[in-house]
T-cell receptor
Framework: QKEVEQDPGPLSVPEGAIVSLNCTYSNSAFQYFMWYRQYSRKGPELLMYTYSSGNKEDGRFTAQVDKSSKYISLFIRDSQPSDSATYLC????????????FGKGTMLLVSP | DGGITQSPKYLFRKEGQNVTLSCEQN?????MYWYRQDPGQGLRLIYY???????QKGDIAEGYSVSREKKESFPLTVTSAQKNPTAFYLC????????????FGPGTRLLVL
């Protein structure tokens, strides 16, 4: 079983739709959770950062963590064509000199 | 503006040649990282450094080498021992120990002639 699983997509939605992107993980030590957005041929940019369980909202984006199910989600409201990109989840344990573990990314396509 | 710069944007390597990718950051971050990204493979960690003059191998270090002589610089050399170097290379940095939020540079695309 891979440490972090993420559906590669592509996920195609019409403009204005609510998008749900998800990752599951197996390591119960993970406590920090991040979402990155990567446009084609560009470096990933940090979208959301959460610690432990719960929700965090930033504009049209909401990050949700359910540690009991080892499941994290990123919701995008009122999706725009400019949201078309690959979304990567990443996570790490609470402490120690460990590196981030990334999902392989989900490609999102928002059509006008 | 603070950030991470990578150069060149595109790099061509001939057979048997070593090439060096540059990564510079002015964020005053302690830790720096190199990743390789291939289609369908996600990000794979090559090397990382938590402090000047110290670095550790990641998951795919074979055929690569790094140095960390200055806090702001972490160059990656792709050696001739790396038989399949064609990929998108990403440099990142984080403020503290590995595992914290990482910020990425724009990437270097390496192609083999």
């Amino acid at each position: 079983q891979k440490e972090v699983e993420q559906d590669p997509g592509p996920l195609s939605v019409p403009e204005g739709a609510i998008v749900s992107l998800n990752c599951t993980y197996s390591n119960s030590a993970f406590q920090y959770f991040m979402w990155y957005r990567q446009y084609s041929r560009k470096g990933p940019e940090l979208l959301m950062y959460t610690y432990s369980s719960g929700n965090k909202e930033d504009g049209r984006f909401t990050a949700q963590v359910d540690k009991s199910s080892k499941y994290i989600s990123l919701f995008i409201r009122d999706s725009q064509p400019s949201d078309s990109a690959t979304y990567l989840c990443a996570m790490s344990p609470i402490s120690g000199y460990s590196t981030l573990t990334f999902g392989k990314g989900t490609m999102l396509l928002v059509s006008p | 503006d603070g950030g991470i710069t990578q150069s060149p944007k595109y790099l061509f390597r001939k057979e048997g040649q070593n090439v060096t990718l540059s990564c510079e950051q002015n964020l005053n971050h302690d830790a720096m990282y190199w990743y390789r990204q291939d289609p369908g493979q996600g990000l794979r960690l090559i090397y990382y450094s938590q402090i000047v003059n110290d670095f550790q191998k990641g998951d795919i270090a074979e055929g690569y080498s790094v140095s960390r002589e200055k806090k702001e610089s972490f160059p990656l050399t792709v050696t001739s021992a790396q038989k399949n170097p064609t990929a998108f290379y990403l440099c990142a940095s984080s403020m503290g120990p590995s595992g914290e939020t990482q910020y990425f540079g724009p990437g270097t695309r390496l192609l083999v002639l």
